[in-house]
């Protein structure tokens, strides 16, 4: 069984007395340990797509199963504990709270998960380790490049050890050259860890980059390769 | 308690919004402790000189005498006087005759109302007497009148001078007796300097044909506040006569008691709008921040955070908000309170007549006096305030979908 599924999904927004369909009967399976980029212009559904790979948005029609669990229909109480338990997120910018320290803020999720401070701070000096962002446990989002932000967000994502990790437009606001680390680091997880990623890009770096290259155009899957 | 901690950041992040906040907060807080012990304080002293001239802090009368003070209800105290006197925590017990009549001087007649009093006992406790000396002090029985100074003067009367007065006796004839002017007081309440007439007590008894009668036992407690207790012992005492009625200051006294409730329901007035207003204040300031950390909140749903616990990190917020303003309120508060029972406000600056509130005259400087009890209950008021600030704009963020607010930039 694939670790997501998902089975003639469509979303339709409404926009004033007009229907906006961003998605339109798309099936898509993705296993364990993968690393997809989901490719395509401007407006062809690829953030609305993760949307409702991680959760954050329910499909208007069609299932989604992720780790052997329809969850298109879930109330927000579930959906939340989902995204909680099973899903990393990292986001093109401003991803971080700003008030709190880069070691507070990767911190977060297992605080939410209600995991002690000791066991959580020794989970922030090995990832931090890993993602040469030591000495910067102390630093405000503010203080900290692009880049270290979201090397950040990738220890907030991966703290708490999720089955997926989504990521949109993830090098978007990053110079090539610190999109590529940050690339490469990601494929190291992937390789080491095998967790599954999944990207939205338009990137053509990210995308060579790319075990699996799924294209979107209008909603609709255009290739799969 | 990691909430607590990001909540607190969280406060400051827009410093100066949030001191702005607190300071409306505390500010209005010690506005209200402050002006609240004021008043207390100026209440106090007003129902002690009241309580002292008049009925005391409790008192016992045969039945109805308080609503129409007809002099038919007088009564034999027999042995109360030295029983009550006996209580815990009553100070005086001061037997008093009121009978009405008619004063006369050779040249001009007033109504009066004859007063018999005890003198010795009131000399220390009647503010009425509180400045003669014990050589100015009427005996128990004799002549020697103390009046009102304005009565005096519209009797056109002197020191030394002998009128006459005249009232119904109890069987109905009428009396007139000569006294003479023994001493002058000077109140500062108009109508009491107009009818003031204290004589002693044993004669005007004797006069109205009534021997050892009296119409009022006034009992002065050591504190005011003490009253709750001393009522039942009272009520205990005169339980075997069931003609006689114990009343506290303010049912015996509806007048000044019904004047300070109503100047202290309009001051509670202004303190409920000035809170209300800075509620208002709590309101916006709390929405702001939700508002602004739309995207924010929107990044914590996704990682997982529910959207009660959003709720509350915003009911945290406003709780520390109102923590700080009400330790900051209270200590203001009590500052102001120090500086107005040290100092007080001093009406001679604003007014020179005398002043005079529901019949009682008080110290033209007012002084606070500390009601604790009530500053804490209003500084727990502050915070439930906060709290009950924080509704609208938690539930505000529990509202954010998190796809719509990451499309936020
Ligand atoms: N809340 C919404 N209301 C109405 N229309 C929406 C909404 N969200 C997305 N859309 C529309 O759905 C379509 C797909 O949007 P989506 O954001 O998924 O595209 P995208 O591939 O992520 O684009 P981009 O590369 O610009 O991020 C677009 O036409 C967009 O205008
Ligand atoms: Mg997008």
Redo the contacts with the bound molecule.
């Keep these: 069984m694939p670790l997501i599924e998902l089975k003639s999904v469509s979303k339709i927004?409404?926009?004033g007395n007009q229907q906006?369909v961003?998605?339109e009967d798309l099936s898509l399976q993705i296993e364990a340990g993968e690393f997809t980029v989901l490719a395509?212009?401007?407006?062809?559904?690829?953030?609305?797509?993760l949307n409702m790979i991680g959760c954050l948005d329910r499909p208007s029609n069609g299932e989604v199963w992720l780790d052997a669990e329809e969850v298109g229909q879930a109330d927000s109480k579930t959906l939340s504990q989902i995204r909680l338990n099973k899903i990393g997120f990292i986001f093109q910018s401003f991803n971080l709270v700003p008030v709190l320290t880069a070691a507070e803020n990767a911190e977060f999720t297992m605080m939410l998960m209600g995991i002690g401070k000791k066991q959580r701070r020794q989970r922030i000096v090995d990832l931090f380790a890993q993602l040469g962002l030591q000495g910067l446990e102390d630093r405000k989002p503010n203080d900290l490049s692009g880049g270290q932000q979201q090397r950040v967000a990738i220890a907030r994502a991966m703290a708490a050890e999720p089955a997926v990790v989504l990521a949109?437009?993830p090098t978007a606001s990053l110079d090539t050259q610190t999109s590529e680390e940050l690339l490469a680091l990601m494929k190291e997880l992937n390789r080491e860890q095998g967790t599954t990623f999944i990207f939205?890009s338009?990137d053509p770096l990210v995308i060579s980059h790319a075990q699996r290259v799924v294209s979107?155009r209008d909603?609709r899957l255009e290739s799969d390769r | 308690m990691d909430l607590f901690l990001l909540a607190w950041k969280n406060l400051w992040r827009s410093r100066r919004r949030t001191l702005i906040t607190l300071a409306a907060l505390s500010f209005s807080l010690m506005l209200v402790q402050g002006f609240h012990n004021l008043s207390f304080g100026v209440y106090s002293e007003m129902i002690d000189s009241g309580v002292r001239a008049g009925t005391g802090h409790l008192v016992v009368y045969q039945q109805d005498y308080v609503a129409g003070r007809d002099e038919k209800f007088s009564f034999d105290p027999q042995k109360l006087v030295s029983q009550i006197s006996d209580l815990d925590g009553v100070e005086a017990v001061l037997p008093r005759l009121y009978l009405p009549g008619l004063a006369q001087s050779s040249r001009e007649s007033r109504g009066i109302l004859l007063t018999g009093v005890d003198p010795s006992a009131e000399h220390m406790i009647n503010p009425f007497l509180k400045n003669l000396t014990a050589e100015q002090l009427p005996t128990l029985s004799g002549r020697e009148a103390v009046l009102g100074s304005r009565l005096l003067k519209e009797l056109q009367l002197k020191p030394g001078n002998k009128f006459v007065v005249t009232l119904q006796r109890r069987d109905g004839e009428l009396v007139s007796e000569m006294f003479r002017v023994h001493s002058v007081v000077t109140t500062g309440i108009k109508n009491v300097d107009k009818s003031l007439l204290l004589v002693g007590r044993e004669r005007a008894a004797a006069m109205a044909g009534m021997p050892g009668e009296v119409h009022e036992l006034a009992v002065v407690l050591q504190d005011q506040r003490a009253d709750r207790q001393v009522f039942p012992l009272l009520q205990a005492l005169l339980h075997d006569r069931p003609q006689l009625r114990a009343l506290s200051w303010d049912e015996a006294m509806p007048n000044l008691s019904n004047a300070i409730k109503l100047d202290y329901a309009s001051q509670k007035f202004i303190f409920v709008i000035m809170l209300l207003i800075v509620t208002i204040g709590v309101i916006n300031t709390l929405l702001m921040s939700v508002m602004e950390r739309f995207r924010e909140f929107g990044v914590m749903l996704a990682v997982g955070a529910s959207t009660l616990r959003l709720r509350v990190l915003v009911f945290v917020e406003a709780f520390l908000l109102g923590v700080v303003a009400m330790l900051l309120g209270s200590i203001f508060g009590s500052l102001l309170t120090w500086y107005l029972s040290a100092v007080g406000i001093d009406l001679r600056d604003f007014i020179d007549s005398s002043l005079e509130f529901g019949g009682v005259v008080f110290d033209p400087i007012m002084r606070a006096s500390w009601d604790l009890p009530y500053m804490l209950q209003i500084a727990g008021f502050m915070l439930l305030l906060s709290l009950a600030a924080a509704v609208y704009p938690a539930i505000k963020a529990g509202r954010i979908l998190p796809?719509?607010a990451l499309?936020h930039h």
């Design positions: 927004y409404p926009l906006v961003a998605v395509g212009p401007s407006g062809s559904g690829k953030t609305t797509l949109d437009e939205s338009h979107l909603g | 796809a719509e499309r």
